[in-house]
């Protein structure tokens, strides 16, 4: 066996992005905010845009791709409900963005994406709440060509928050599978996709490379006998019903995996060889291991704990304290004054 649990607490923090990244990410959503107030008011004084941030970044999931890319999610909210189609409504969101960066933004089917070449886009979904200060009512979606549709992005962050373990392990194997998606040659579901099957079939261990693979092997399982993905709160839709990709890449994919987590964990034995099995599907943010059975060192180091403790360690003619050979070792008194 090979742990490479210190591995995976060094993959978390290398799939952070930057502080620059991040100040710059915050900068060009406050300036898209400013943006469409400006546009509103001068344009269309009757309606007043609100905005909250949601997704991957307000839950703790976000990722840098293996591009050193990223996106955020920044909600616009009108109360009540326009009169507008939801269509026009994204229509004015895009032109209030317009000029926002050299690349058109692209008026996708939920929301509008303002691109930041080479380094993030942020997208722009279209809400409506009749009242702001309800929090019973579920907003409504603006769906390009379709109309409005109720998604309710608060009530999946606080269905997530409770899902949580106070040790962040589901949020670091979210990370981990959106990783992992992201270094496939093809399409794979996309990252709420992930979120929800990581968060409803997480196997919790000590380890984190051990939770991964047996989180895969439940997931495998689960999307084996039924292809579906049932959105836990509103609207409750099957994430997966209109999957693009292919799905016999998918499971060959997650076989692989699992196979490779399989020889990592229970096989190898060089932490360093087991890091690569790693590497080939976590892509290059895995950090190389060490070049030895780390299991083997870690073992001996508890055996010897374990013998000073027991007052059976000894002293050898270096000073060295060994496990059985030499002198007894007799623990030291001079605690500092």
Same mark, same amino acid.
């Given at each position: =066996?090979?742990?490479?649990?210190? +591995?995976?607490?060094?993959?978390?923090?290398?799939?952070?992005?930057?502080?620059?990244?991040?100040? @710059?990410?915050?900068?060009?959503?406050?300036?898209?905010?400013? *943006?469409?107030?400006?546009?509103?008011?001068?344009?269309?004084?009757?309606?007043?845009?609100?905005?909250?941030?949601?997704?991957? /970044?307000? =839950?703790?999931? =976000?990722?840098?791709?293996? &591009?050193?890319?990223?996106? $955020?999610?920044?909600?616009?909210?009108?109360?009540?409900?326009?009169?507008?189609?939801?269509?026009?409504?994204?229509? %004015?969101?895009?032109?209030?963005?317009?000029?926002?960066?050299?690349?058109?933004? !692209?008026?996708?089917?939920?929301?509008?994406?303002?691109? /930041? @070449?080479?380094?993030?886009?942020?997208?722009?979904?279209? /809400?409506?709440?009749?009242?702001?200060?309800?929090?019973?009512?579920?907003?409504?979606?603006?769906?390009?060509?379709?109309?409005?549709?109720?998604?309710?992005?608060?009530?999946?962050?606080?269905?997530?928050?409770? *899902?949580?373990?106070? *040790?962040?392990? $589901?949020?670091?194997?979210?990370?981990?599978?959106?990783?992992?998606?992201?270094?496939?040659?093809?399409? =794979?579901?996309?990252? +709420?996709?992930?979120?929800?099957?990581?968060?409803?079939?997480?196997?919790?261990?000590?380890?984190?490379?051990?939770? +991964?693979?047996?989180?895969?092997?439940?997931?495998?399982?689960? $999307?084996?006998?039924? %292809?579906?993905?049932?959105?836990?709160?509103?609207?409750?839709?099957?994430?997966? &019903?209109?999957?693009?990709?292919?799905?016999?890449?998918?499971? &060959?994919?997650?076989?692989?995996?699992?196979?490779?987590?399989?020889?990592?964990?229970?096989?190898?034995?060089? !932490?360093?060889?087991?890091?690569? +099995?790693?590497?080939?599907? $976590?892509?290059?943010?895995?950090?190389?291991?060490?070049?030895?059975?780390?299991?083997?060192?870690?073992?001996?180091?508890?055996?010897?704990?374990?013998?000073?403790?027991?007052?059976?360690?000894?002293?050898?003619?270096?000073?060295?304290? !060994?496990?059985? !050979?030499?002198?007894?070792?007799?623990?030291?008194?001079?605690?500092?004054?």
């Amino acid at each position: =066996m090979s742990n490479c649990h210190n +591995l995976f607490q060094t993959f978390n923090g290398n799939l952070n992005i930057t502080s620059t990244k991040k100040s @710059k990410l915050m900068t060009s959503r406050n300036t898209l905010r400013d *943006k469409i107030r400006n546009h509103f008011k001068k344009n269309h004084p009757e309606y007043t845009p609100k905005f909250r941030g949601q997704g991957s /970044y307000s =839950m703790g999931t =976000m990722i840098r791709t293996k &591009e050193d890319t990223c996106d $955020l999610d920044n909600g616009v909210y009108f109360f009540p409900k326009p009169k507008e189609t939801a269509t026009t409504m994204q229509n %004015w969101i895009w032109d209030a963005v317009e000029d926002a960066t050299s690349e058109k933004p !692209q008026h996708r089917s939920k929301c509008i994406r303002v691109i /930041y @070449k080479g380094d993030y886009h942020i997208d722009l979904p279209v /809400y409506y709440k009749e009242s702001e200060t309800n929090d019973t009512e579920n907003p409504h979606l603006a769906v390009k060509n379709t109309g409005w549709s109720k998604s309710d992005p608060k009530e999946f962050k606080d269905w997530f928050s409770k *899902k949580k373990d106070t *040790k962040g392990q $589901l949020v670091r194997t979210v990370r981990f599978l959106k990783a992992w998606c992201d270094n496939r040659a093809k399409k =794979m579901p996309n990252g +709420l996709t992930m979120t929800v099957l990581a968060s409803n079939h997480i196997k919790y261990n000590d380890r984190d490379d051990i939770a +991964l693979r047996d989180t895969l092997k439940e997931i495998r399982s689960t $999307l084996k006998s039924s %292809w579906t993905c049932i959105m836990p709160t509103t609207p409750k839709d099957d994430l997966l &019903e209109n999957y693009t990709g292919d799905k016999d890449y998918f499971f &060959e994919a997650i076989d692989a995996f699992i196979e490779d987590a399989d020889k990592a964990i229970d096989k190898e034995t060089n !932490q360093l060889k087991a890091s690569k +099995l790693w590497q080939k599907h $976590l892509g290059s943010y895995f950090p190389d291991g060490e070049d030895k059975d780390v299991d083997k060192q870690a073992n001996s180091l508890a055996a010897l704990a374990t013998s000073i403790l027991d007052k059976r360690a000894k002293t050898d003619r270096d000073g060295k304290i !060994q496990e059985s !050979q030499g002198v007894d070792h007799k623990p030291h008194r001079n605690y500092g004054g």
